[in-house]
């Protein structure tokens, strides 16, 4: 598949190199250059409607800045419509809005037509598929672009390489010549893992200033002379060229240790390390490099998970026993806690993350037994009963507590970091008991970052158990209680919350017919993006 440019092949298109230093721009398409995101939410609210459900603000995780397929496969998890069919809705609804409701962002078209008097050519990059990007282009007008790259023209979308790449092979122009304007932090690791320098305008959710990267509030008094001050004046990434990469996925950026800002951390029940499923390894891979996470605090790694993603990832590891794990893309250069601490407790390590940042990040694992939603669904326990059951996993957060003691001391000079499946729900979501896991570790001076960028647990669940069980084991057919029991708590000046969501791919099939699933676990991830001040280490 090849992107769509005029009258000519880009396969017989060689790299140039202008005097200029400005060489091309490219584009990003919805949230950057027109507003389709509210044109979307309407064409997903009616399709769902049609299938009996309404839209809350709990489902703007899988519907706004999601593909079609993400959107059509929540909506067929949820409703039981098949998946090909809740698809096609979406994109005749979307395509009718499109054909008649574009509207181009601020400062765009003016910004357009300044480049084109300006001899600078420009291309649309865009993560929607051929259908509804040729209708957007039609709308703001088809000689604005001399390519366009959409999600049918390329092997991997966004958060890949690909699409700035191809669209640079195209206009045969050189991508650290090229400035990419994006409104989301997926698009902006496509476009920096592709070399490009980035102009941020966010849309849906904050985006930090890193070397190589602009950001504005807006397109309004964004000019051809300011793109090219970006490529003159671009600050050293400490990127490497992506032909120089080593990880040929090229699904993220390699870290900067002179310019961190964002860190993304990831906790995840790899359940019996994955084995449930078929091909699991290679699954794992491909979630944990899609998903651009940087540290992965992992539990149920049956023993050898965190080696072995970590060598095929190129990472460093550290393994503490049989269940319990750390990857991280920066260096480990500290363990912290026992050698093995037993199928249940936590494991800790020290990431540093550049000459003046570090973290500190413990995974940890409480026992499952007796599970609180149980007891208040099936058996009706009252408020004190449930939370006299939870006295087993209260004795283990408070040992791990303990242990992390040194570092919450030194947290406002190295963040600390707790993630892990707690088996236990949050306070914070329930008010049925005192739910005293979560409280103990609150505190303790630790925050919970899903929590804090969605405050509201009616509208945003959060649910981590279960995707994969709907039904109770036991055969009854009593619906599995859905609760969040994964989480990535955190403390210390240093870190914000940029944002956290949960992570499901694919439309996991049920226990017990689960080995074709994309999705090789019985737990959602959680994944949050924070924002790194700098701080000094406190060795």
Not at 50 to 75: K, Y
Not at 151 to 169: E, N, S, V
Not at 412 to 429: E, K, M, R
Request: aromatic share 6%; with cysteine; glycine share 8%.
């Amino acid at each position: 598949m090849t992107p769509h440019i005029p009258h000519t092949n880009p396969a017989d298109r060689t790299p140039r190199r202008p005097q200029q230093p400005l060489q091309a721009v490219l584009f990003d398409m919805d949230g950057t250059l027109v507003d389709t995101e509210r044109l979307w939410w309407e064409a997903v609210e009616h399709v769902a409607a049609g299938l009996g459900r309404s839209l809350t603000e709990a489902d703007e995780e899988d519907v706004l800045g999601r593909p079609v397929e993400h959107t059509a496969e929540m909506l067929s998890r949820v409703t039981g419509a098949p998946f090909a069919e809740v698809a096609a809705d979406l994109h005749r609804e979307f395509a009718v809005r499109v054909r008649s409701g574009v509207v181009a962002r601020p400062g765009a078209l003016r910004l357009l037509d300044a480049l084109a008097a300006d001899g600078v050519p420009t291309a649309l990059v865009t993560a929607s598929p051929r259908a509804i990007a040729d209708l957007v282009v039609e709308g703001l007008g088809a000689g604005r672009f001399a390519v366009t790259v959409t999600a049918d023209d390329t092997p991997r979308t966004k958060p890949a390489p690909d699409p700035y790449l191809a669209a640079c092979r195209a206009l045969g122009v050189e991508p650290a010549s090229c400035v990419a304007v994006e409104d989301t932090r997926t698009g902006v690791s496509s476009a920096e893992a592709a070399g490009c320098t980035v102009l941020a305008v966010p849309s849906l959710a904050p985006i930090a200033a890193a070397p190589g990267r602009t950001v504005r509030e807006s397109l309004e008094d964004v000019t051809p002379a300011g793109l090219r001050d970006m490529i003159t004046h671009r600050e050293p990434s400490g990127l490497p060229e992506p032909s120089d990469v080593p990880d040929p996925s090229g699904l993220h950026d390699l870290p900067d240790p002179s310019g961190l800002r964002e860190l993304r951390v990831m906790s995840w029940n790899l359940w019996f390390g994955g084995t449930k499923v078929r091909h699991h390894r290679e699954k794992q891979l491909k979630i944990i490099l899609e998903a651009g996470v940087d540290v992965v605090g992992l539990q149920e790694t049956y023993g050898t998970a965190a080696r072995e993603l970590a060598e095929a990832l190129g990472w460093e590891y550290h393994q503490a026993g049989e269940n319990l794990g750390v990857i991280s893309r920066y260096p480990i250069t500290g363990r912290l806690g026992a050698a093995d601490p037993g199928f249940y407790g936590a494991t800790g390590v020290r990431v540093t993350l550049g000459a003046d940042q570090d973290v500190v990040l413990w995974s940890a694992h409480l026992d499952y037994t007796p599970y609180g939603p149980y007891e208040a669904s099936f058996d009706g326990l009252a408020a004190p009963e449930l939370a006299a059951h939870e006295s087993v996993r209260l004795g283990q957060v408070r040992e791990i507590l303990a242990a992390m003691a040194p570092d919450l001391a030194a947290r406002d000079t190295t963040p600390v970091l707790l993630v892990g499946d707690f088996n236990a729900p949050s306070h914070l979501d329930r008010d049925d008991a005192e739910w005293p896991v979560t409280r103990a570790a609150q505190e303790a001076g630790l925050r919970d970052s899903y929590r804090e960028a969605h405050p509201d647990p009616v509208r945003s669940p959060g649910h981590t158990w279960s995707p994969v069980h709907t039904e109770h084991e036991d055969g009854s057919g009593r619906p599995e209680p859905q609760d969040r029991i994964d989480y990535v708590l955190y403390a210390g000046a240093g870190l914000r919350v940029l944002d956290s969501r949960t992570l499901v791919t694919g439309t996991p099939r049920t226990w017990p017919d689960v080995e074709d699933n994309d999705w090789p676990s019985d737990h959602a991830a959680v994944i949050t993006t924070f924002s790194l001040g700098r701080v000094v280490r406190s060795d």
